[in-house]
Every structure is written in structure tokens, then in C-alpha cells.
């Protein structure tokens, strides 16, 4: 609704309440009160008597009735009177014969529209009222009513992204593993003339600032194609059905602009596992999230082609029907970049800076560990901040170190700075692992280790990938895990003489396999072939595992030695292990120092240099997304 339109309504308002006071207050009635009301007989008998001295007759004439008259007038006395007559034709003539001063007023015509006006009035107040606020609630007029269920993802039309691959530095894999979805989208005809079938749903996954929308605007981008962006967390309403119905209306207009690109954020905020969270049952993130669902199911890649990109750093808490396949199958992590990655990135961000001769992007990088692209974006703008405060010409390396403490001690604290020693008894941890898991036989390879802090538990972690899927772990296989398990906190003791609280989360695993193994799996010869204790599972905040003891003191006392045993036994193993191979131990901590991050291949390499003799088999590269979630597994 437009300004003018609104003030007319206003204007309306007041003429109405003008005209509805008027006709309150100077209704007849009112006058009517300083008059007494006679009976018409009475005022005949009067009238006979010659006691009336003015006479006052106002015909009311209302069109189609009957004729009324008011009558009023003044006695001799002075008092006043009124009454009404029906016909008072002749009643002039007749007073005025008897000598009263008599006055007729012409009939009084009731405007119909005024009357109309007057009766409505209320109404139209109130409705006028209701538009008013209604207007003032809703910033953007009167069609926001409706946009209600509508969703708010921003759509990127005529300025279809500008940016290329080359505004996001480093994410190599995940570039090129969207290239894939790029040529869909550039021309799907070929694809289609192919048979081949490309994913529908891509899952970015990583840390929070690692540059996931980015990536996903620069996708678009590169295929020259609208974006939709939205988030996941738009879909979350009070209201139940809206999130449902928003999902519904993103697809409906994106459909229009085929080819496109959806972008979904923060998938986690509607992906969440169904049935977890308190109350549990249907609510309005559950609906939502079938929706997706179904509109997943339903957007068929031969007719149109829209791919769905989604981000999230919660993958775990995902509900596992959106990873299905035929849905979110393509899974491309984003992780938190290395040494060189964040060179890479620092680059990017540099390019329209002034900076002076003294800055050493290398050197900045190396002290940035697990800062991702974000915190990297905002250290240079810290830096640039210092600089201009302190009137420098250009950007120097002081300002810049002085900017990577403000980023790490700023108001999110994602991570601390970690001293170089800490870092070096980190590598000796991870690469301990590492050797282990390779030397054990039957040990899942090891895929990659990283010296790159991990969320605040973990400082780095070595990843195995499992060759294939296993249905059956041996006592030997178990074993070994923990002995991988224990590996870490060995080599520290090997190397630095001491130990750190580095390894609680190892060792916690390592007591709970142990446990597990005497408890539950029958493999300890003491207690045999018992199943002690009964684990009973909750889906109440998140899930819960509690357990009903059903043995004796006794018993407890055993299983806690049992325990003891197992876990020296694989302590030792580890032990022999490590020492045996210090020289290998040595080396690889320190390439691992240098580089952050090893994977297969280098690490192998590595391995096989040290030991010709080794009849290992070279290692294959498993790649993540192909792997079930569940066979990750990190040491941490
Ligand atoms: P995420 O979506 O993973 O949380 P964003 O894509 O929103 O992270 O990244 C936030 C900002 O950090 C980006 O706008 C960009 O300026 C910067 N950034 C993050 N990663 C990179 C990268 N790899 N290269 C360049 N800039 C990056
Ligand atoms: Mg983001
Ligand atoms: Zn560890």
C-alpha cells in the first residue's frame, strides 16, 4: 500500500469522526433534555386552554414514511415542554388562531450517507486500525503477509557470482572434486546424452571459516549459473509448516532458473538426527527436513539440472537419511588448511595491501596453526587496523604478528597459539601412532596425520582408513588397535622422558576396547565366556549409554585387573615397538613438524625409505568419500 493511499485512509478516518461527533452531540435528544415530555393529549388540552405562548412544530420527514413532528414550546409559564405529533397539518393555523407565536421548520432530510457512514463507522475504524499496524509491522507492505511461507534465500541473479575458484586458496581436492558439478552445470546436455548420472546433493563439510560458502558461491561462478543461498537455519520457525513450506517454495522458484545452484548452510540446523533433542517426537524441524528430503527425491537430474550444495561442521550429527545415496552421497571435506595452505590464503588477502618490505607470508603461516581461512582473512585486517593506527605507511610484519594475537585471543578463542616444543612433542605423539598402526599386522592403514589443531580436544590426529569393511575384529585385531592406541603416549615417554595430558582421550578408548573385550566379548581367559553388565542405549539429549551392573564386587575386581593386563600387554608391544624403530621415529616427527600434514603416500614413502628390508605392501589411497562415516576413525 502506497503513502497516499495510507494518508487517504487517514483523512477518512477523521472526516468520519468529525461527522459521528457532530451527529452524537447535536442530536435532538440532547436539546431534548431541558424540555418535559408531554403527552400529545396533554398538549392539546393546553393548547384548548390558551396556555401556550411559542410553539415550535419541525416536521420530520423521512422519505416513505409516515410524517412525524417534533413539538416543541414554552408555556405561559415559562416551563418548556415537547411532544410528538403524527398529523400535525392544520395544527399551525389552529395555534395561531389562538394567538401563540408559532414557528414550523422545514422537514429535516437525513442525509443517507451520513447515516450509513455513521452506522459503519466502528467497523471502518477498526479495519482502518488493522491495516495500520499491519502496514507498520511488515516493512516490506502488504504482500509480506503472504511471503510469509516464502523462502528468503537470496537469489544472485543478475549478478550471478563473480567470483572464480581463484578468490579461494588452497581446498585443492574440494575444487577439483566440484569441478565434476561445474561441467553439469555448464552443460548438462552432454551429461545427459551420456547417461551419466551426477550427484544431486553435494555435502561440504568442515570447521566453521574454512571458506565453505565460499566455495560454493565460487562454484556458481565458475559455471556462470544463479545461486540461491540460503541457510538452514531460515527454515527453523516457530511456526510449525512454514520451515516445510519454505522448503517448498526455494525448490518451486529454483526450478525456474535451470540451470542453478542451491546453496543450503548450516545444514545441521534442520539435518539433525530425527528423534534426538528433548521431547524427541514429530516437531517442525523433523517436517522441514522431509521436506528436503522429498524434494530431493524429487528433482530429477535428467529434466532439469539443479544441484544442491550443502555445508555443515556437524556431519555427525546429521540424520542418516540425507546421506543416503541418491541425496547428500557426494561428501568433500573442507578441512582447516596446512603450512602451505595458509600461505596460500594469507596471499589472497594480501593482494590489495600495502605492505612492507620486512613481511614473510611463509613465516606468518608457520605461525598460524590451526587458524582457517576466516581467522586469516581477519588477522590481515588486523594488521592493516595497527597500521593505520599507528600512522604507518605500510602494512608491517609487526602489525601483522600483533594482528594473529588479537585473532587468537579475540572474543571466539577458537585456538591457542601453540609454542614450538608443544608442537614437536605433538608430532613425536602423532607419528608414535602412525608407525605403530603401519608395523602391527592387519592394523588399518594409515590415510593421513596432521599436526593442524583440531577443535579443542585435539592438537592432531593420525587417520586410518580401513581397506575394507569389517564385520569381525579378532582378539589379535583388538589388541593392536590398542596397542595404536597407546602408541602416542609412548612415544612421547620414549623421546622426551616425560609424558603429557596429550593422551587422555587415546587412553580412555584404549580402557574402554580393553573393557569391552573382557566384558562383553568373552576373550579373557580368567572370567571366560561371560557377558557382564547390560548397556542399555538412550535417545534422549543426544545419546546416552548407561549401564545395569549385574555382577559382584568380586568380579568387578577382576575385570579391572583383567583390564590392567590387557592394557600393559599392548603397552608393551607399543614400547618394543618404537624403540625398535627410533631412527624412523625421529624422521618422520620432523618432515611432520615441518609440513603439518602427511598423507599416505608421503608417510609410506617415507617408511619404506627407512626400512629397504620392509616387505610391506605399498599402501593404497583410500579417499574419504568413499568410505562409510562409521569406519573413520581418528587418534587423537
Ligand atoms: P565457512 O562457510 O566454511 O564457515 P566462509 O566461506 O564463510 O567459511 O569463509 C569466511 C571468509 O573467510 C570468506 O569470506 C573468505 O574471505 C575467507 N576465507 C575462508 N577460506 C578461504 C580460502 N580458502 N581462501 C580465501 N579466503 C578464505
Ligand atoms: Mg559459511
Ligand atoms: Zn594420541
Known amino acids: 500500500m502506497n503513502k497516499i493511499v495510507k494518508n487517504l485512509g487517514l483523512y477518512l478516518v477523521l472526516i468520519l469522526a468529525v461527522v459521528t461527533m457532530v451527529n452524537t452531540y447535536l442530536t435532538p435528544e440532547e436539546v431534548q433534555k431541558q424540555y418535559d415530555e408531554i403527552s400529545y393529549s ?67 432530510r437525513n442525509v443517507w450517507w451520513a447515516t450509513l457512514l455513521t452506522s459503519l463507522f466502528p467497523t471502518l475504524l477498526l479495519i482502518g486500525v488493522w491495516v495500520y499496524f499491519m502496514n507498520n509491522m511488515q516493512p516490506g507492505g502488504s504482500s509480506r503477509m503472504m511471503a510469509f511461507s516464502r523462502s528468503k534465500a537470496k537469489l544472485f541473479l543478475d549478478n550471478k557470482p563473480k567470483i572464480k575458484f581463484d578468490s579461494v586458496a588452497g581446498c585443492d581436492e574440494a575444487k577439483e572434486e566440484l569441478q565434476e558439478v561445474i561441467q553439469f552445470l555448464k552443460d548438462p546436455e552432454k551429461f545427459k546424452k551420456l547417461g551419466a548420472k551426477v550427484p544431486k546433493g553435494v555435502l561440504l563439510v568442515g570447521p566453521p571459516g574454512t571458506g565453505k560458502t565460499l566455495l560454493a558461491r565460487a562454484a556458481a561462478g565458475e559455471a556462470d549459473v544463479p545461486f540461491f543461498s540460503t541457510s538452514g537455519s531460515e527454515f527453523v520457525e516457530m511456526l510449525v509448516g512454514v520451515g516445510a513450506a519454505r522448503v ?84 568433500i571435506v573442507v578441512d582447516k588448511p596446512d603450512v602451505k595452505g595458509r600461505e596460500e590464503v594469507l596471499k589472497v588477502h594480501m593482494k590489495d595491501k600495502q605492505f612492507a618490505d620486512d613481511v614473510d607470508v611463509g613465516v606468518l603461516a608457520r605461525q598460524t596453526p590451526g587458524l582457517v581461512g576466516a581467522d586469516l582473512e581477519n588477522l590481515i585486517n588486523e594488521g592493516a587496523l595497527l597500521a593505520a593506527r599507528r600512522d604507518h605507511e605500510k602494512i608491517t610484519m609487526e602489525d601483522l604478528e600483533e594482528g594473529i594475537e588479537r585473532v587468537m585471543a579475540g572474543p571466539e578463542r577458537k585456538s591457542r597459539l601453540i609454542s614450538e616444543h608443544e608442537k614437536k612433542i605433538i608430532a613425536y605423539h602423532e607419528t608414535g601412532h602412525a608407525i605403530v598402526a603401519k608395523i602391527l599386522p592387519g592394523a588399518d592403514p594409515v590415510h593421513k596425520i596432521s599436526i593442524i589443531p583440531r577443535g579443542h580436544a585435539a592438537l592432531g590426529y593420525t587417520l586410518q582408513l580401513p581397506e575394507e569393511d569389517r564385520f569381525l575384529m579378532s582378539k589379535s585385531d583388538l589388541m593392536n588397535r590398542i596397542s595404536i592406541l597407546l602408541s602416542g603416549r609412548v612415544s612421547e615417554e620414549i623421546v622426551f622422558n616425560d609424558v603429557t595430558s596429550g593422551a587422555a582421550n587415546d587412553l580412555e578408548r584404549a580402557t574402554q576396547i580393553a573393557r569391552q573385550m573382557v566384558t ?71 618432515v611432520l613438524l615441518e609440513r603439518e600434514v602427511l598423507d599416505s603416500e608421503d608417510f609410506n614413502k617415507l617408511m619404506n625409505e627407512g626400512a629397504e628390508q620392509s616387505d610391506l605392501p605399498p599402501m593404497p589411497d583410500i579417499r574419504v568419500d568413499k568410505l562409510p562415516k562409521s569406519n573413520h576413525d581418528f587418534l587423537a
Request: aromatic share 6%; hydrophobic share 35%; with cysteine.
Open 520 to 590: 562383553e566379548l568373552g576373550m579373557s581367559e580368567t572370567l571366560g565366556l561371560v557377558k557382564l553388565g547390560n548397556k542399555r542405549q538412550e535417545i534422549f539429549l543426544g545419546r546416552d549409554i548407561s549401564e545395569d551392573r549385574n555382577y559382584s564386587e568380586e568380579i568387578a575386581y577382576t575385570i579391572d585387573k583383567e583390564v590392567k593386563t590387557i592394557i600393559d600387554d599392548c603397552y608393551e608391544r607399543a614400547k618394543e615397538i618404537l624403540t625398535e624403530h627410533r631412527d624412523l621415529l625421529d624422521k618422520i616427527a620432523n
Open 248 to 331: 517448498r517454495d526455494l525448490f518451486t522458484q529454483a526450478k525456474k532458473y535451470q540451470p542453478c545452484l542451491i546453496f543450503i548452510d548450516e545444514l545441521d540446523a534442520v539435518g539433525r538426527h530425527r528423534g534426538a533433542g528433548l521431547g524427541g517426537g514429530h516437531d517442525e524441524r523433523e517436517q522441514t527436513l522431509n521436506q528436503i528430503l522429498v524434494e530431493l527425491d524429487g528433482f530429477d537430474t535428467d529434466k532439469g539440472s539443479t544441484i544442491l550444495i550443502a555445508a555443515t561442521n556437524r556431519p555427525d550429527i546429521l540424520d542418516p537419511a540425507l546421506l543416503r545415496p541418491g541425496r547428500f552421497d557426494r561428501h
Open 42 to 108: 396533554q398538549f392539546l388540552k393546553e393548547l384548548d386552554a390558551g396556555k401556550i405562548k411559542i410553539l415550535q412544530i419541525r416536521n420530520n420527514t423521512t422519505p416513505g414514511e409516515s410524517t412525524s413532528a417534533v413539538i416543541q414550546g414554552e408555556l405561559d409559564g415559562g416551563q418548556r415542554f415537547l411532544t410528538y405529533g403524527l398529523d400535525v397539518s392544520g395544527l399551525a393555523d389552529k395555534a395561531a388562531a389562538k394567538g401563540v407565536m408559532v414557528t414550523v421548520e422545514a422537514p429535516q
